[in-house]
């Protein structure tokens, strides 16, 4: 799966583990979509204004509600000058579960514990 991060002039692509795979201008952000339709999980876009074109997101989430894997996009106001690494970071963020990381202990887990003692 992977996760795109876009600011108003580059975007930037990482995989599940975090590490980026692409990187390019804003203008190729269509074209990323395009060739890896089916495998993004999740796109942030931010706009150093505040303002995101409705229209622009409008469209995206259309095309991006096609795949079964896609799961959230997000928009976020931010200051000049931030990664648009840092955004397909926040992207893989949100699409990973929370509890994803943490197992529950079975009653066996316990006793297995206590018997290392």
Known sequence: MFFIGATDQRMSVVNDAGVEIYHAELRNLVS???????QIR??????PAGQIDQNLLSI???????DSTFESLRTI???PGLDAR?????ALVAATPANSSSK??????KKAKKGKR
């Open 104 to 109: 529950k202990k079975t009653g066996k887990d």
């Open 32 to 38: 990323v979509i395009t060739h890896l339709r089916g």
């Open 86 to 90: 840092l955004l397909a970071l926040a």
């Open 60 to 66: 995206l989430e259309d095309q991006l509600k096609l």
């Open 77 to 79: 106001p931010f200051s």
């Open 42 to 47: 999740a796109v942030c876009i931010a706009s």
